[in-house]
């Protein structure tokens, strides 16, 4: 079965500091890869995808994330944080046996300090 | 943006009424979710459906119950709300590509008194 673990619920960075929010996946086939932000009172929002193309994925709003097989990884990063993003972030896995079933992990709250 | 909309999008009610959270689509998917969240904790998938007439349940269990009659149209009920209903409810879609994206409606938060 896939699942996917994010390391720290919540994350606090400078504004201007570098962004990291981890996210570790298990999955039987090559997975698909999605990082979400929820900003509060909202759905959810996609803000990048890793579908077997480049390893390195660039989403909306300045963020990436990279892709590593040996560490089953697919950590997001931002060069320089803005108070806007802070927001509840979710990393979520599909691709077991062409189940297009997303699984979500529990998120990260990311609050950005003045 | 996504064309995906809830409704209603805050609910209070009383335990034992019944209620239906309405979620609509119009990007002419097939596949359309049901996730409910609760604060700090994972999307956990409560139903599913792949098209007109096709509904299964997600992994977790569920007291709720979904229709899928029309393809736009996917409403949950409850036919009789207790406290431990009280919840965030997601409503998503995805289109025909298997890497595909899910587009998620704005939410109904649940609330049993």
């Known amino acids: 079965a896939q699942s996917v673990t994010q390391l720290g619920s919540h994350v606090s960075v400078s504004e201007g500091a570098l962004v990291l929010l981890r996210c570790n996946y298990s999955?039987?086939?090559?997975?698909?890869l999605f990082w979400y932000v929820q900003y509060p009172n909202q759905g959810l929002q996609l803000l990048l995808k890793?579908?077997?193309?480049?390893?390195l994925v660039k989403g909306i709003n300045g963020f990436e994330a990279e892709f590593k097989k040996s560490e089953t990884s697919f950590h997001l990063t931002k060069p320089s944080a803005h108070m806007s993003d802070a927001a509840e972030y979710f990393c979520?896995?599909?691709?077991?046996?062409?189940?297009?079933?997303?699984?979500f992990g529990t998120g990260t709250r990311l609050t950005i300090i003045p | 943006e996504a064309d995906i909309y809830q409704t209603p999008r805050y609910l209070v009610i009383g335990t034992g009424k019944k209620i239906t959270l309405e979620c609509s689509q119009t990007?002419?998917?097939?596949?359309m979710y049901w996730y409910q969240q609760d604060p700090g904790m994972e999307l956990h998938l409560i139903h599913y459906?792949?098209?007109?007439?096709?509904?299964e349940k997600g992994d977790l269990s569920s007291e709720s119950t979904v229709s899928r009659i029309r393809t736009e149209h996917f409403p949950l009920t409850l036919e009789s709300a207790r406290p431990s209903h009280t919840s965030q409810y997601l409503c998503?879609?995805?289109?025909?590509?298997?890497?595909?994206?899910?587009?998620f409606g704005e939410g109904s938060r649940l609330t049993v008194l």
């Open positions: 998503a879609s995805k289109g025909q590509l298997a890497t595909g994206e899910l587009f």
């Open positions: 999955s039987s086939v090559p997975p698909y």
């Open positions: 890793y579908t077997s193309a480049a390893t």
């Open positions: 979520a896995v599909s691709g077991d046996f062409g189940n297009e079933k997303l699984t």
């Open positions: 990007m002419g998917h097939d596949k």
């Open positions: 459906s792949y098209g007109v007439n096709s509904t």
